[in-house]
Each structure stands twice: as structure tokens, then as C-alpha cells.
């Protein structure tokens, strides 16, 4: 871990807690020079922020390069383009990103609230702690926690291992979950909470959406764990979300001088639209490619779209991927299970009307989803229709590649140039490199460094 874990500075805190209508400082005394004395209140819309900054920034642009979303062209996504990823650059920016930001801010609001008994702020941060840790060791396979978030007391905390990660993040949500559930008459979120506006309800929902998605991402593993990772979300996924009403989303543009990141992206060509990807969309005539990418002067840009104008909501978890959760656990546990179909066309359904806002004539919709998400009992080849849909409603988020790694679909080709020492035999990459931070300064830091095609632990052969 580097040397530095601070949390944000209670300046910089104060900053934020001064533009919210509902922070009343002089009411509760607070020191703004301690930083025991921030707030919950304070610091949960930043980290919300930060969160959503991540999910749509560095991360997900380099997953969307290994799986073919994007083509890398310039600046550093050129060099993604051959999947080589600088340990000084890419690699150590998220890292430290996840760590410094969110989650160490993520850790003292939880602290905060547990201590003075605001339940629902520590049930939120749980929940959100769960989001960063499932992000994080999506990533980098095995990454610190335990012995993580600890400051100076700790400057080279150890490598959990993944399987241990994943036990955590049930547990933060199942703690999350009951903090929530808690009954208080104290201090709760409302217009400080950008997400859901201190909607405690949907916030449960959202954790149970969670728990169905990295259940999901152990099915790989399932014989040597002692509960079968498809029957278990669709356990958490009744009581989840009823409709895209409920999303988990973040809404850039909360201030004038909030831009989401993607937008930089898109915005200086960095990165343009993957040739396979637009052919994909073009032989099924999706109605999402004009939401997705466009041609200006005979070539496809990304500009200014759905998801990536300067406002262009962050989807965190969504109705419809948890829809396309249930369509592949269903036909996991019953190849034949006739819910499966129905699961597959209402996410396919949901995520054509969110991305067009609804302004797309019902028809087109249905056409499509008749005509491309049909199931046909037969395992392997409904496993692939389900997440050749899910591959193309999940853009712009780090789950296709996950779900790459652990079902081989969609079948996609690598880059060319690939092959190097960094990624051996020049296959599309199954993880991120550690930073060079980690490896100079973390005296915990495993003994061999990885390529960017070893495996860990759900991902294992």
C-alpha cells in the first residue's frame, strides 16, 4: 500500500459541506480543522462522487479496450490498444484512486456513524464499501483489505486472498442490509445522498442487486464452494429491484463544474468506437447504436452520447443487469426454466428504453427483443445469446470483462501487437497489473509479479 492513506482533508470536506443546503454546522459545533468531527453527512456525497468518477473513468475505458467496446488511439489508451498497461500510469492511478478516495473516506464514515448511531449512513457506506471492494478485486485478483484503510499504522497491510475478498463484500452487504432494516429516530441521509436522496428502500434493493452480481462472478468455482453461486442470487435477486425506476445511478451534472469522466475520453478521441463492436450493433440493427456512437464525417466517435456528454449518468447496478443476472442463474440451475427467456427480454427490454429515455416507438423495441433473445434450451448455446445481450447492455462498465473472463463470451479476437512480455502470448488480458507503487514501497507485496494474462482466483482453468 503507499505510504500515504489519508482521508480527504477536512478543508476539502468543509467545501462540500458548505454547498449542501441540509449541513447545519454551527447546530452541531464541529471543529472543520479535526477531521473526527466531519460529518457523515460530508462525507458521503463526496465519496459517492469519487465512486462514480472511478466507475466511469480509467477502469472501465482500459476493460472497454479488452473487450472490444473501444479502440485505443491516442494518449495512453493507444498503449492499452496492444494491452500494455504502465504500472506507473493506469494501473497505479486506480489503485490509488479506489484506495485514497472512496474507500479510506468510505471507512471513516462508517467509523462516524457507527459510533453516534446513524444506521442508515453506515449501511449506505457498507454498501458502497462492497461496490469498491468488488470493483478493486475485479481488477487485481487478490488486493489488501484486512489489514487496509489503517493510515500510518499501517503502511504495508497484506494481500487478502480473493476468495477471502469475496466472503467480505457478502458481509458488508448483509451488515448493510441490517443497518438499513435498524429502526432510529437520529440523523439520516436526504439531499446530501445524490444516489437515492436518503431512499433507504432502494438502497436495500441496490445491495441485494450487489450481492446477486458478485455471486455470480464465482461461477467458475463452483465445485469447491459450499453453496451454488446461481441459486444464491437469485435468492438476493427477489428482493431486488422491480424496475429501472430504482437504479443504482450516478447523475453527473449535480454541479456546473462536474464533468464525468468519459467525457474527456470521448471528447479528445482518445478512444474511438471498436469496429467490431459497431458491426455487432449494425448486422441486428440495434436500436441502441445511435445512443452509443455516431458517424461525423464518415467516421464513428463516441462524443457526446448517452454516455459520454459532460453529464452522462455513472449506472452502478442496474434492473436490467440484474435481469440478465437471473437469465443466466436460471438457466445454470434449469436449462428449460421458461423465466429464463422472460428475465432475458425484460433486461434487454429495460436497458433499450433507458439508454433511448424512451423515446424509441415500442414496436422497434419488441422487434428487436423478438427477433434477438430468444432462448432455445439448449445450455451453451442460450449461455452465449444471454451474454452477447448482456455484453452490449453492460458498455461503458467494467462487468463484460469480468464476464469475459469467466464464460468466453462474446468470442472476440485479440488486438493485434499483444504479444509482449507483459502480456505473454498476446491474448486478451484476465488482469491489471499491480502498481509500482505497491511493489517499491508495500513490504506485504507478493514475491512475483504477475502478467497481465495469470490468473487469479475465480478466473482460475
Known amino acids: 500500500m503507499k505510504a500515504s492513506r489519508n482521508t480527504i482533508s477536512a478543508w476539502g470536506l468543509l467545501l462540500v459541506f458548505l454547498l449542501l443546503n441540509s449541513c447545519e454546522l454551527e447546530d452541531k459545533n464541529i471543529n472543520p480543522n479535526s477531521l473526527e468531527s466531519v460529518p457523515a453527512n460530508?462525507?458521503?456525497?463526496?465519496?459517492?462522487?469519487?465512486?462514480?468518477?472511478?466507475?466511469?473513468?480509467?477502469?472501465?475505458?482500459?476493460?472497454?479496450?479488452?473487450?472490444?467496446?473501444?479502440?485505443?488511439?491516442?494518449?495512453?489508451?493507444?498503449?492499452?490498444?496492444?494491452?500494455?498497461?504502465?504500472?506507473?500510469?493506469?494501473?497505479?492511478?486506480?489503485?490509488?484512486?479506489?484506495?485514497?478516495?472512496p474507500m479510506i473516506n468510505l471507512r471513516k464514515m462508517i467509523d462516524i456513524a457507527e459510533k453516534e448511531g446513524s444506521f442508515y449512513y453506515s449501511g449506505i457506506g457498507?454498501?458502497?464499501?462492497?461496490?469498491?471492494?468488488?470493483?478493486?478485486?475485479?481488477?487485481?485478483?487478490?488486493?489488501?483489505?484486512?489489514?487496509?484503510?489503517?493510515?500510518?499504522a499501517n503502511r504495508s497491510p497484506v494481500y487478502d486472498s480473493q476468495k477471502s475478498i469475496y466472503e467480505s463484500i457478502q458481509q458488508l452487504l448483509d451488515e448493510g442490509i441490517e443497518d438499513l432494516d435498524q429502526t432510529y429516530t437520529g440523523f439520516k441521509p436526504t439531499s446530501d445522498d445524490i444516489i437515492y436522496k436518503g431512499d433507504v428502500s432502494k438502497w436495500k434493493k441496490s445491495a441485494y442487486a450487489l450481492k446477486a452480481r458478485f455471486y455470480m462472478h464465482l461461477t467458475k468455482r463452483s465445485d469447491e464452494l459450499d453453496f451454488n453461486p446461481a441459486e444464491k442470487a437469485l435468492e438476493a435477486i427477489a428482493n431486488s429491484f422491480s424496475s429501472s425506476d430504482e437504479d443504482m445511478t450516478y447523475p453527473f451534472g449535480y454541479s456546473a463544474a462536474e464533468n464525468n469522466p468519459f467525457y474527456s475520453f470521448s471528447l479528445l478521441n482518445y478512444i474511438l468506437p471498436n469496429a467490431q463492436f459497431t458491426s455487432m450493433m449494425a448486422a441486428s440493427s440495434d436500436p441502441r447504436r445511435d445512443f452509443y456512437f455516431k458517424k461525423k464525417f464518415g467516421v464513428a466517435?463516441?462524443?457526446?452520447?448517452?454516455?459520454?456528454?459532460?453529464?452522462?449518468?455513472?449506472?452502478?447496478?442496474?434492473?436490467h443487469e440484474m435481469k440478465f443476472i437471473e437469465a443466466e442463474a436460471r438457466i445454470r440451475i434449469d436449462k428449460n426454466d421458461e423465466l429464463a427467456q422472460?428475465?432475458?427480454?425484460?433486461?434487454?427490454?429495460?436497458?433499450?428504453?433507458?439508454?433511448?429515455?424512451?423515446?424509441?416507438?415500442?414496436?422497434?423495441?419488441?422487434?428487436?427483443?423478438?427477433?434477438?433473445?430468444?432462448?432455445?434450451?439448449?445450455?451453451?448455446?442460450?449461455?452465449?445469446?444471454?451474454?452477447?445481450?448482456?455484453?452490449?447492455?453492460?458498455?461503458?462498465?467494467?462487468?463484460?470483462?469480468?464476464?469475459?473472463?469467466?464464460?468466453?463470451?462474446?468470442?472476440?479476437?485479440?488486438?493485434?501487437?499483444?504479444?509482449?512480455?507483459?502480456?505473454?502470448?498476446?491474448?486478451?488480458?484476465?488482469?491489471?497489473?499491480?502498481?509500482?507503487?505497491?511493489?517499491?514501497?508495500?513490504?506485504?507485496?507478493?514475491?512475483?509479479?504477475?502478467?497481465?494474462?495469470?490468473?487469479?482466483?475465480?478466473?482460475?482453468?
Open 126 to 152: 457498507k454498501i458502497m464499501m462492497a461496490l469498491c471492494l468488488g470493483n478493486v478485486t475485479s481488477l487485481y485478483g487478490d488486493v489488501p483489505y484486512t489489514e487496509a484503510l489503517q493510515g500510518s
Open 301 to 319: 466517435t463516441l462524443n457526446g452520447l448517452y454516455f459520454t456528454s459532460s453529464t452522462s449518468p455513472v449506472h452502478m447496478m442496474t434492473y
Open 342 to 461: 422472460t428475465a432475458l427480454q425484460e433486461a434487454v427490454s429495460a436497458d433499450i428504453n433507458k439508454v433511448s429515455k424512451g423515446t424509441l416507438d415500442p414496436s422497434i423495441v419488441s422487434t428487436y427483443v423478438n427477433k434477438n433473445a430468444v432462448l432455445t434450451g439448449t445450455f451453451e448455446t442460450d449461455l452465449a445469446l444471454i451474454m452477447k445481450q448482456k455484453y452490449i447492455a453492460m458498455y461503458a462498465t467494467i462487468e463484460s470483462w469480468t464476464d469475459y473472463r469467466r464464460t468466453g463470451y462474446p468470442v472476440l479476437t485479440p488486438n493485434p501487437g499483444g504479444d509482449h512480455n507483459q502480456n505473454p502470448g498476446g491474448a486478451i488480458p484476465r488482469r491489471i497489473t499491480y502498481p509500482q507503487a505497491e511493489r517499491l514501497y508495500n513490504q506485504s507485496f507478493p514475491s512475483v509479479l504477475p502478467t497481465l494474462q495469470d490468473r487469479f482466483w475465480w478466473d482460475a482453468e
Open 42 to 101: 460530508v462525507i458521503l456525497p463526496f465519496t459517492e462522487s469519487r465512486l462514480a468518477r472511478l466507475m466511469a473513468g480509467t477502469g472501465q475505458v482500459m476493460a472497454g479496450i479488452f473487450v472490444q467496446y473501444y479502440e485505443g488511439i491516442d494518449n495512453h489508451p493507444k498503449q492499452v490498444q496492444t494491452y500494455t498497461v504502465n504500472e506507473a500510469l493506469y494501473a497505479d492511478w486506480d489503485w490509488n484512486d479506489y484506495y485514497d478516495g
